[in-house]
């Protein structure tokens, strides 16, 4: 089963501030996520490990609570560059031959 | 650049037809694995292939096969296609140690009529 994500959308003016949530019903191994932009590949900006481990840019952050199965990434002081849309992937165990991504958060960056 | 390349980048077929794509994997990699992602979705694993065997298989019908070379490269194979096969088509590379870091290539879109 697929983590959901939410919000679906979101739309920020430059400089704010947002958070995309992805909640799973499974016990999770590992939350990652990605950036897409329109006509590119999913970028992999940050992996969260049951345990507390952590990997990704240095500029973003974000937070994985296991007790809920949930995780949330953090975007700050928000950039044009900031637009696409965002997905989490879950693992279940590690080196489980399988990522489960949710259906993406849009992030929408004005002026 | 993701060092992933991925060929053909589009291509049209019609119902019934097969269909090949092709991956190179990131240099270092050995774990590839395939995703099929629709519009306004995201991706839905294939499968992924480890040392030119099968490690593990997403819910797709076995019309859906791949390969994995000893050089890492992999190919996707699609019988009998569907309407409801077209779609973006990504490939993946990861290390087994990281297995959730997955670097992904531009895609092939597959457009069956």
């Known amino acids: 089963q697929q983590p959901v994500q939410s919000p679906q959308a979101v739309i920020l003016r430059e400089g704010e501030d947002a958070v995309i949530n992805c909640s799973s019903s499974?016990?999770?191994?590992?939350v990652h996520w990605y950036r897409q932009k329109h006509g590119e590949a999913p970028v992999f900006l940050m992996i969260?490990?049951?345990?507390?481990e952590q990997k990704g840019h240095e500029k973003i952050s974000a937070s994985f609570n296991e007790k809920k199965q949930q995780s949330s990434l953090y975007l700050t002081a928000s950039q044009l560059s900031y637009s696409g849309t965002y997905f989490c992937?879950?693992?279940?165990?590690?080196?489980?031959?399988?990522?489960?991504f949710g259906d993406g958060t849009t992030l929408t960056v004005k002026p | 650049e993701t060092g992933v390349t991925q060929s053909p980048t589009h291509l049209i077929k019609t119902r019934g037809q097969q269909v090949t794509l092709r991956c190179s994997s990131q240099?270092?990699?050995?774990?590839v694995s395939w995703y099929q992602q629709a519009l306004g979705q995201g991706p839905q694993f294939i499968f992924q292939y480890y040392r030119e065997e099968e490690n593990g298989r997403g819910n797709f019908p076995p019309r859906f096969s791949g390969l994995q070379f000893p050089n890492y490269s992999s190919e996707l194979n699609v019988n009998a296609l569907e309407l409801d096969d077209s779609a973006l088509y990504l490939c993946?590379?990861?290390?087994?140690?990281?297995?959730?870091?997955?670097?992904f290539g531009e895609g092939s879109r597959l457009t069956v009529l």
């Open positions: 993946a590379s990861s290390l087994v140690a990281d297995p959730g870091e997955l670097f």
């Open positions: 969260l490990l049951k345990g507390g």
């Open positions: 499974k016990a999770l191994y590992s």
């Open positions: 240099s270092g990699h050995n774990t």
């Open positions: 992937g879950t693992e279940v165990a590690p080196n489980a031959g399988k990522s489960t």
